[in-house]
Structures are given as C-alpha cells and as structure tokens.
C-alpha cells in the first residue's frame, strides 16, 4: 500500500496516511460530534462538540501511528530493516525488509505494538484523572477518557490470536518455538485469521439484517480485509518455504536492457520497444548511473498528443521508489518489496553497479520449475506471478 499523503520520518522510518484515513476520521468526528457526545455530556454548543471530535479523532491517529512505530523500533533493533510505514483505514501497514529469523524476534516486535496501545491508554488514563482532579469541563474528561478506553480496545482486539493481527504473530512465533517449523506455524496463523476473518462478517451481517444495527457493515469490512491479508499470509508463507534457497542472483535476467531518459516516449516506442521482447527498461545517466525505470504499462498513461515532447525520464518511476537487492539476497526478502510504481519489477546491484533486473515473468518461471504451480492451483491459488502486499504489523 503506497501513502497518498507523505508525512516525513519519524524514529527513522518514513511515514505516510493513505487517503482512506479520511474515512476513520469522518467516521469519528461525526459518530462522536454529533451521536455520542451531545447525549453523554449535554450543554455545549455544535462546534464544541466538533472541535472535541476532531481533537480526539486526530489523537486517536496519533495512538495508531504510535502502535505503528513501535513495531518498527523493536524490528530494527532486531535486525530487520523497515522502509515505512502507511496509516490507512484499518489501522498502519509497516513495510519490512525481511521477516524474523528467530521465534523471539517474532515475538518481540508482535508484542511491541500492544504494549505501545496499553502505555498510551495508561498516559490518556493518568490525563484523565488529573483532569477530574483539577474540576475540569464534562466535555474534556471524557475526551481523554474516551481516547484511553479506545486504546485499550485497540490493544485487546490486535491481541486477537489471528493473523493478520499482532496476536497471530504471537501465535505464529509460540507455534514456531514449540514446533520448530516456520512455515506450519504461520499457515496455522493465517487460517486463524481467515475463521476470525469470516466470524466477524457472520456477526456483521447479522447485526445489520435481524439486529437492526448500522455498524454491522464496518465489522463485515474488518472482517473482510482480515480474511483477505490472512489469506495472502498463507500464500506467501508456502512460497516462502518453497523459495527458501533461491537467492536473487538465480532469477534475475542479466545484463538488462536500457535506454536514455532523454529520449521522447514516442521514439521509444517506434524505435526500441518495438525492437525488444521487454516490458521494462532502466534509464542510465551519462556516468552509468540509474535515474530511473520505464515500463510500457507506464507510458500507458501519457497522453498520445504529449508523446513527442515528453522524456522517458518524465514518465519514469524514480530511483528512490524501485525495490533493489543484491544478487546473494534471498528472493523471499525481495518478493515483499516488489510492489508500488515499477509494476513488480525490481533492479539488481552489485558493488553499485547494475546488474540485473528481477521480473514477475522471472519468479513464475522459478515457481514452474519447482513444481509449485500445479500444487497451488489444486487449492484454488494462482502463483504465477507471487507479489504477497506489505505486511501488517
């Protein structure tokens, strides 16, 4: 998931809101400016109402942002190395480099988001009561009143043993631990995740149709985008374990093809794409150096008329936004990263200098030979081309 709005770094990781946050913030402002608060604490005027809503909407995100950070805090002193992170809907996706090496790691960067929910609902708690202590107004006791009890619901419901949520990472990681099988472990997640997945549709739409309750439609999408990452987990856990000992170097197609960012789009397609079976070129400087990558997919998007005037390297994904890796890096590690602008592509370097490019037509040709397409589709599943979403943590 790629952030609408970029929001700058924090603790060393990127952070950005996707625009469905706008979504959780609306829902917020309104269910509490305008239903909650006026029966709770009656007396004060519409745009007091809002301006509490809104306060406590934006701090509500600010405690999402915090459970966020936290796992990547706990992921980085453990070793593992995180790109960003994007605030949306259904609570933060924080995009990993690799996965835990060790049970204890898991567990540790699970656990970690909790506990930053738990200290956060303590903090709004303290608040509270020094608010009650100093006689403040009805209105602000229950807004830090209301932001310590949604963070204590948001700790408890992320410690759910289901994956895509922190409690499946503990369960995986007690799994792992107790089995010595990765792989057993997060499948055994991930199928947690799909029976919570579907019980929160079942009780949403039960709400909706005989209990006559509005919000049985958000817990029928909480549930379907739980059984939706669940399921993505589980793909991405068995292709993890049947790609274990590819490196990138053993996929990659050497020696690419470029072409120079100065050139018009069109003259590239009448003069180079057209001679050339790719769909995929790097864009080299004069000094040899990557400023960016084109994909016909791309240039679909640049108007016919505009064609002749615009450069390649207008129409280009930039250098900063293209997955990279090192030919001795396991491909699991790179599958999780190839999404976003390059369409799946991703570029190879060595001693920084371009030597390959990775290809979803490279993986599916890895996943044939290893004899995993036939098994894959016996349950229902195509990977012809794995591209697992960034993961929730």
């Given amino acids: 998931m790629n952030p609408t709005i970029k929001l700058g770094t924090v603790a060393g990781v990127r952070v950005g809101l996707h625009w469905s946050v706008l979504g959780i913030l609306l829902?917020?402002?309104?269910?509490?400016?305008?239903?909650?608060?006026?029966?709770?604490?009656p007396g004060y005027s519409t745009w007091v109402y809002l301006l509490a809503a809104v306060v406590?909407?934006?701090?509500?995100?600010?405690?999402?942002?915090?459970?966020?950070?936290?796992?990547?805090?706990?992921?980085?002193?453990n070793g593992i190395a995180v790109e960003d992170i994007t605030l949306w809907l259904l609570g933060g996706v924080a995009k990993l480099r690799s996965e835990a090496r060790t049970p204890g790691a898991e567990l540790r960067i699970a656990g970690a988001g909790p506990l930053a929910s738990l200290l956060t609902a303590a903090l709004?708690?303290?608040?509270?009561?020094?608010?009650?202590?100093?006689?403040?107004?009805?209105?602000?006791?229950?807004?830090?009143?209301?932001?310590?009890?949604?963070n204590v619901v948001l700790a408890a419901f992320n410690l759910v043993p289901a994956a895509?949520?922190?409690?499946?990472?503990?369960?995986?990681?007690?799994?792992?631990?107790?089995?010595?099988?990765?792989?057993?472990?997060a499948v055994w997640s991930a199928r947690a995740g799909r029976i919570f997945g579907f019980a929160l549709i079942l009780l949403g739409a039960w709400r909706l149709l005989f209990a006559g309750v509005g919000d049985g439609l958000w817990w029928i999408l909480i549930g379907l985008f739980i059984t939706s990452m669940a399921s993505a987990e589980e793909r991405q856990a068995q292709v993890g374990a049947m790609l274990a000992d590819v490196a990138v170097g053993d996929v990659m197609t050497r020696d690419p093809d470029t072409t120079d960012g100065d050139m018009?789009?069109?003259?590239?397609?009448?003069?180079?794409?057209?001679?050339?079976?790719?769909?995929?070129f790097p864009l080299l400087d004069a000094r040899g150096g990557v400023e960016g990558l084109v994909t016909l997919n791309r240039l679909r998007s640049v108007p016919s008329q505009q064609r002749d005037t615009t450069p390649l390297r207008q129409a280009a994904c930039p250098p900063e936004q293209i997955p990279t890796?090192?030919?001795?890096?396991?491909?699991?590690?790179?599958?999780?990263?190839?999404?976003?602008?390059?369409?799946?592509?991703?570029l190879v370097f060595e001693d920084g200098r371009l030597v390959g490019i990775v290809s979803p037509t490279d993986i599916s040709r890895v996943v044939t030979l290893r004899g995993m397409d036939a098994g894959w589709r016996q349950g229902g599943s195509d990977l012809t081309a794995p591209r697992p979403p960034g993961r929730r943590i």
Avoid at 32 to 41: E, I, K, M, S, T
Avoid at 72 to 77: D, F, I, K, T, Y
Avoid at 264 to 280: G, I, N, Q, T, Y
């Fill in 325 to 346: 890796a090192t030919p001795q890096e396991p491909l699991t590690d790179l599958l999780r990263r190839m999404e976003g602008c390059t369409d799946g592509r991703a």
């Fill in 264 to 280: 018009s789009v069109r003259r590239f397609l009448d003069e180079v794409a057209l001679s050339r079976k790719h769909s995929a």
């Fill in 56 to 77: 406590a909407a934006l701090l509500f995100l600010a405690s999402l942002l915090a459970h966020e950070l936290s796992h990547a805090v706990v992921a980085r002193r």
């Fill in 164 to 185: 895509p949520l922190d409690g499946g990472r503990v369960l995986r990681a007690a799994l792992w631990a107790w089995r010595g099988d990765r792989t057993r472990a």
């Fill in 124 to 150: 709004f708690g303290l608040i509270t009561w020094l608010l009650v202590a100093a006689d403040a107004t009805t209105l602000l006791v229950a807004t830090a009143g209301y932001l310590a009890l949604i």
């Fill in 27 to 41: 829902v917020l402002v309104f269910a509490l400016g305008f239903a909650r608060w006026p029966l709770l604490v």
